[in-house]
């Protein structure tokens, strides 16, 4: 997270480039935007449905064991870091690319393994073993994640995550919550910060953990504290009709429904949820990836300055279909899906601001695998985005690549030629982008498909009337490919 904090600094001290953002007037479905097309070689896009995936781990059961919980109460949050928080955009128009959600905060109780460990009542549970929860209220939160710092925990231990009414439980392995910081630390997170399993959200102000151990396993052998959670200001978990952001994002955003020409790489977006190691949570877009050999494994694209190391990566929540059910109608799809797991970070670079990962649980059947560019698309080429702005259901935006570009810092300057330019400048004809878009591809048309060409560094503009038609900048997806990312994308047949 030290590259997306560097960034929320940035963001706060350069006035140009501070906010994701671009804008047009009239809505237009991007196969009409005047350009010519890209082309070049290319990676395919494939429908999972089509595809065998390799398995997910099997989850531990959800249901909680029912054991009494005992309760951890944080007051209200001032009400200066409330007002903070909800500003979404300070007065002077500067913002951060990153939509941060929450903050975290400390808690005594539960600050290290001694003090948890007289805390937990260990009590018998209806599978025959031992069981032991703790309530957590965070006054005045809309969500919260809780931070599981681990010194031990036998793989054989179920680890659950639910609200006080038993809805929205989920349950980890021992083994599972191993993997992760064993990743962690294999990324040189050794520390606490390693040490660290962040739970799912959980909507409401409170949120339950409960660890359940087999028969013949001792409570001893449990070594866990609770040091801090995210106290979040937006629900993430409450899931079908109860998701919030509907209709926060900005009124000049287009409905990705309403876009035939896209309909397919919609199903390759996500929205993402991701906690850093001080407990603040973010939003960004991301985008599921195909590679050559068309084998289903879930590689997944977003921005550097989103997710830069494996700690952030393990924290991972993505949110699939999570698009207006048809065109303009402003309700949720009926197939929007959560996913929890994490990533493994495979390749991170500020050079393109590219982030490359595998997500470590499949994403539902009926996603799509988008396809990819690798070379760059041609200056005042047509381009298209997905993305999830203020974490709003899916929009679209539609417009031209108008230059190459050389970005120092989050300063960005058009430059004509291609040659040492990492980063591709985009104005839109319609629709625009704002928090919550950072990472978000960018299309290319090449013979009536769509391929990924980069990703959504920043921007100047919005849907304010001053900042309508100001240019966005996105990493070059071609140069990340031939730095790194050909090693698990695979090279595509030479045409004979």
């Known amino acids: 997270m030290n590259s997306l904090i560097r960034a929320a600094c940035l963001g706060l001290l350069v006035s140009a480039l501070a906010a994701c953002g671009g804008g047009g007037d009239e809505p237009s479905d991007p196969g009409n ?77 539960t600050a290290d393994v001694q003090s948890t460990a007289r805390l937990l009542n260990w009590q018998p549970a209806p599978s025959g073993g031992t069981a032991a929860a703790a309530r ?70 409170e949120a339950v953990l409960e660890i359940e151990l087999p028969a013949g396993v001792a409570p001893q052998e449990v070594q866990v504290a609770v040091p801090q959670l995210s106290h979040l200001f937006v629900d993430l978990a409450r899931g079908k009709d109860a998701f919030l952001k509907i209709g926060e994002a900005g009124t000049c955003n287009l ?45 997944f694209l977003s921005a550097e300055h989103c997710v830069s ?22 309700l949720l799809s009926p197939l929007a899906t959560r996913v929890f797991g994490g990533a493994e970070l495979l390749y991170a670079s500020g050079e393109t601001d590219t982030s490359f990962m595998r997500l470590l649980r499949s994403p539902p059947a009926g996603v799509r695998f988008a396809g990819s560019l690798l070379v760059a698309p041609p200056v005042q080429g047509a381009v298209a985005g997905l993305h999830h702005p203020f974490g709003d259901l899916l929009k679209y ?33 319609s629709g625009t982008t704002e928090f919550g878009s950072s990472g978000s591809a960018l299309f ?30 996105y990493g070059r997806f071609d140069l990340a490919y031939r730095a790194r990312l050909n090693e698990w994308l695979g090279t595509p047949p030479v045409a004979p």
């Open 444 to 473: 290319a048309p090449l013979g009536g498909r769509q391929y990924v060409a980069g990703q959504l560094f920043a921007g100047l503009a919005s849907c304010a009337a001053d900042r309508r038609f100001e240019p966005d900048y």
């Open 255 to 299: 409905d990705a429904s309403c876009a035939p020409t896209l309909q397919e790489e919609t199903r390759a977006v996500a929205r993402m949820e991701f906690t850093g190691s001080d407990g603040g949570s973010y939003y960004c877009s991301g985008t599921l990836m195909a590679d050559v050999p068309a084998s289903g494994t879930p590689w």
């Open 397 to 429: 935006s539609a417009g031209l690549m108008e230059s190459y570009a050389r970005c120092d810092g989050l300063r960005c300057e058009p430059q004509s030629s291609a040659s040492g330019a990492r980063f591709l400048r985009v104005r839109w004809q």
């Open 136 to 205: 957590f209220h965070s006054e005045g939160a809309t969500a919260l994640r809780l931070g599981l710092r681990v010194e031990r925990l036998p793989d054989a231990a179920t680890v659950r995550v639910f609200a006080p009414d038993g809805s929205d439980s989920v349950a980890f392995t021992g083994e599972q919550v191993r993997q992760t910081l064993e990743r962690n630390a294999a990324a040189g997170f050794t520390g606490a910060v390693g040490r660290t399993f962040w739970l799912p959200p959980v909507g409401g102000p």
């Open 33 to 109: 935007a005047r350009g010519s097309d890209a082309s070049g070689p290319v990676i395919e896009g494939y429908d999972l449905a089509a595809r065998a995936v390799p398995k997910s781990a099997a989850a531990p059961a959800a249901t909680p064991a029912g054991v009494a919980a005992t309760p951890v109460r944080l007051e209200a949050l001032p009400e200066a870091a409330r007002t903070a928080m909800a500003g979404r955009t300070p007065a002077s128009g500067q913002r951060n690319p990153v939509r941060q959600i929450g903050q975290g905060r400390a808690l005594a109780a």
């Open 309 to 330: 190391d494996q700690a952030s990566a393990s924290t991972l929540v993505t949110y699939w279909f999570y698009r207006s059910a048809s065109c303009n109608s402003s």
